[in-house]
């Protein structure tokens, strides 16, 4: 995920352009990222996870959740 924005602790600039006039010339700049949402299981997701068996169920349940949020 690229960041959205720079953040530059040495005098408080925030700035899109990591190239910033803002940005102290020595400074360290911090990448900033958007929160991500998670998204859950779908209720029919979830009716299927349950007619697996109890060890693939929760195989399953992992792999989908890593599918949805990545």
Same mark, same amino acid.
């Given at each position: 995920?690229?960041?959205?924005?720079? #953040?530059?602790?040495?005098?408080?600039?925030?700035? =899109? !352009?990591?190239?910033?006039?803002?940005?102290?010339? $020595?400074?360290?700049?911090?990448?900033? #990222?958007?929160?991500?949402?998670?998204?859950?299981? =779908? !209720?029919?997701?979830?009716?299927?996870?349950?007619? $697996?068996?109890?060890?693939?169920?929760?195989?399953?349940?992992?792999?989908?959740?890593?599918?949805?949020?990545?």
């Amino acid at each position: 995920m690229k960041p959205i924005a720079w #953040y530059d602790p040495t005098n408080g600039a925030v700035s =899109t !352009d990591k190239n910033s006039p803002l940005f102290t010339p $020595l400074g360290q700049l911090l990448p900033l #990222y958007t929160q991500r949402t998670w998204v859950g299981l =779908t !209720d029919e997701e979830i009716v299927y996870g349950y007619t $697996l068996e109890k060890k693939f169920a929760m195989q399953y349940v992992d792999a989908k959740l890593r599918e949805k949020n990545s």
